[in-house]
């Protein structure tokens, strides 16, 4: 795991339920170390280096940058997912999983419908705006779930408001996946917040989609460790490329510089269409394509 040398985070970190397990088992000595030097040690790539010199130069590589602004989008997407100000939204996992939709039933019900609570501790909450992400003026499409409800809607304390999140196929087929953004503001503190979830559903036939459907969990196989070659196997070494008798480098093409480069233009374009034979044939294809990669390197140059 990646704490960082932030002493808050590493204060978290000795308080979460993954560290406290396992320092169980391992025993109080799992405990007496501190955070890692944030001098020689990378947060973001999870790597430790012989000093701060090589350090900081990996902090202004390009892949140490990419990490970095991947986490920020992360942490963001993360962020927005989460219940926040005393308004709680149900599916805390970020996703709503619409369950799969077998292409012979929509004539008998072409609408699917997943409900999203939403609890408040407040009266001053409310439900001001519920906007879909595809149907943005940057993407330009219109998306196949819509609220069964519109907004602004006030929140009770002791009634739980169910927002009906209707999905429609109509003649499409496959994976539906959206992004669906919840407003909300605090009447008597002015304070407005969003928060998002993604719904996702697929359209199909219903035996085509229990065969190709996992049986079992995915388990990512162990890394495997690159281990070089230290005891060569016996026979003879194999001859190198440039002893093989027939290949042999390309003689220049007897051309003047003074063709492409002496003269305006339109002379120029003339003397280089001028080296180009009229007619492509055998025998006048070697000079077609040795003018044409003249002309190429002199352009180079």
């Not at 970095?68 to 997912?81: D, F, N, P, Y």
């Not at 997943?114 to 906007?131: E, F, K």
């Not at 559903?201 to 460790?225: C, S």
Request: glycine residues 6%; charged residues 20%.
């Amino acid at each position: 795991m990646t704490i960082g040398a932030n002493p808050a985070m590493w204060a978290q970190h000795l308080s979460g339920k993954r560290h406290l397990n396992n320092a169980e088992k391992l025993g109080p000595a799992s405990t007496r170390a501190g955070p890692p030097n944030s001098n020689t040690w990378c947060n973001v790539c999870s790597t430790r280096f012989s000093g701060k010199r090589a350090a900081n130069a990996h902090r202004r590589s390009e892949k140490h940058k990419r990490k970095v602004a991947v986490l920020e989008v992360g942490g963001r997407i993360k962020e927005s997912q989460q219940s926040k100000n005393g308004v709680a939204v149900s599916h805390e996992s970020g996703i709503i999983e619409i369950p799969f939709v077998d292409i012979q039933s929509l004539a008998d019900q072409p609408l699917r419908t997943m409900d999203i609570t939403i609890s408040a501790r407040s009266h001053h909450c409310r439900l001001i705006a519920v906007r879909f992400l595809s149907t943005g003026t940057s993407v330009g499409r219109q998306s196949s779930f819509y609220a069964g409800t519109t907004p602004p809607v006030r929140l009770h304390v002791d009634d739980n408001f169910k927002l009906p999140i209707v999905f429609e196929a109509g003649d499409l087929r496959g994976y539906f996946t959206d992004t669906i953004e919840l407003s909300f503001d605090n009447t008597e503190s002015g304070q407005e917040w969003k928060v998002s979830r993604t719904i996702r559903t697929t359209v199909g036939v219903a035996a085509d989609y229990a065969l190709l459907r996992p049986t079992a969990p995915y388990v990512r196989p162990p890394r495997r460790v690159i281990t070089h070659v230290r005891q060569p196997l016996p026979g003879p070494v194999p001859s190198l490329r440039a002893t093989i008798p027939y290949i042999k480098a390309l003689p220049p093409y007897p051309l003047d510089d003074a063709f492409a480069t002496l003269g305006s233009l339109d002379q120029r374009i003339a003397n280089i269409r001028a080296m180009l034979p009229t007619v492509v044939n055998g025998s006048t294809y070697r000079d077609f394509w040795s003018a044409l990669l003249f002309v190429e390197e002199h352009q180079m140059r």
